[in-house]
């Protein structure tokens, strides 16, 4: 793909949708970390069905401490994997306090030091809570970079690395939240809505759906 399609596409994704934003509930960067890490393998809604209880009891890593593992699992107990999650946010709370002073850090390398914070989720919070113009690859940006030709790769940090190379500076911010979205609603992976997709001409997908959905 050129850089005069690339730019095309961002530029009508960015007309749809000027000011995109995560659809995680959260108030701080502490929230959107405890958003983020309860999203592994579940819905942003569903997530925000548990948080916003959690958060009204807890919501800063003192608060979620003093819970501790079996309270903090009431709140969460709707979402798949919470017994693990809930020991990695107590030990991520626990670190917080013990080395950032309460503050969620914002490099990669102390995020990533977190129990329960992989590459994916230190990119979410590094983008969307400090800014940074970087990309969280997750299945639906894998699936929408691969089929529009943005990004081709067989693993994500490939993926990644093609999108952060690639995607035009004026973009990259809010590129992560552009991809997502599109992926979660118009380029869904089993019934893609080509024919209403406002990039569809752009894209370099070749097995696009013709029926209207």
């Not at 209880?53 to 593992?69: D, E, M, S, W």
């Given at each position: 793909?050129?850089?005069?399609?690339?730019?095309?596409?961002?530029?009508?994704?960015?007309?749809?949708?000027?000011?995109?934003?995560?659809?995680?509930?959260?108030?701080?960067?502490?929230?959107?970390?405890?958003?983020?890490?309860?999203?592994?393998?579940?819905?942003?809604?569903?997530?925000?069905?548990?948080?916003?209880?959690?958060?009204?009891?807890?919501?800063?890593?003192?608060?979620?401490?003093?819970?501790?593992?079996?309270?903090?699992?009431?709140?969460?107990?709707?979402?798949?994997?919470?017994?693990?999650?809930?020991?990695?946010?107590?030990a991520t709370c626990r670190l917080l306090l013990e080395r950032h002073?309460?503050?969620?850090?914002?490099?990669?390398?102390?995020?990533?030091?977190?129990?329960?914070?992989?590459?994916?989720?230190?990119?979410?919070?590094?983008?969307?809570?400090?800014?940074?113009?970087?990309?969280?690859?997750?299945?639906?940006?894998?699936?929408?970079?691969?089929?529009?030709?943005?990004?081709?790769?067989?693993?994500?940090?490939?993926?990644?690395?093609?999108?952060?190379?690639?995607?035009?500076?004026?973009?990259?911010?809010?590129?992560?939240?552009?991809?997502?979205?599109?992926?979660?609603?118009?380029?869904?992976?089993?019934?893609?809505?080509?024919?209403?997709?406002?990039?569809?001409?752009?894209?370099?997908?070749?097995?696009?759906?013709?029926?209207?959905?």
């Amino acid at each position: 793909m050129n850089e005069a399609k690339r730019r095309a596409i961002f530029a009508r994704l960015r007309a749809a949708n000027p000011a995109p934003r995560a659809e995680l509930n959260y108030q701080s960067p502490f929230e959107l970390l405890v958003a983020v890490i309860l999203s592994a393998q579940a819905t942003d809604k569903s997530v925000n069905k548990a948080t916003a209880g959690l958060f009204r009891a807890a919501n800063t890593p003192a608060g979620i401490l003093a819970l501790g593992v079996a309270e903090l699992s009431t709140y969460i107990k709707s979402i798949g994997l919470y017994n693990s999650k809930a020991n990695n946010i107590i030990a991520t709370c626990r670190l917080l306090l013990e080395r950032h002073g309460g503050a969620v850090p914002a490099s990669r390398e102390e995020l990533e030091a977190l129990p329960g914070v992989g590459r994916k989720t230190a990119n979410v919070i590094l983008n969307t809570a400090f800014g940074e113009a970087t990309i969280a690859v997750d299945t639906h940006i894998f699936r929408v970079a691969n089929r529009t030709g943005l990004g081709i790769g067989k693993t994500v940090r490939v993926v990644e690395d093609k999108l952060l190379k690639f995607v035009p500076a004026e973009f990259l911010h809010d590129a992560h939240h552009w991809l997502i979205l599109h992926g979660r609603y118009v380029c869904m992976a089993r019934n893609p809505a080509c024919p209403t997709c406002n990039i569809a001409d752009l894209c370099e997908y070749r097995h696009k759906t013709h029926a209207r959905v």
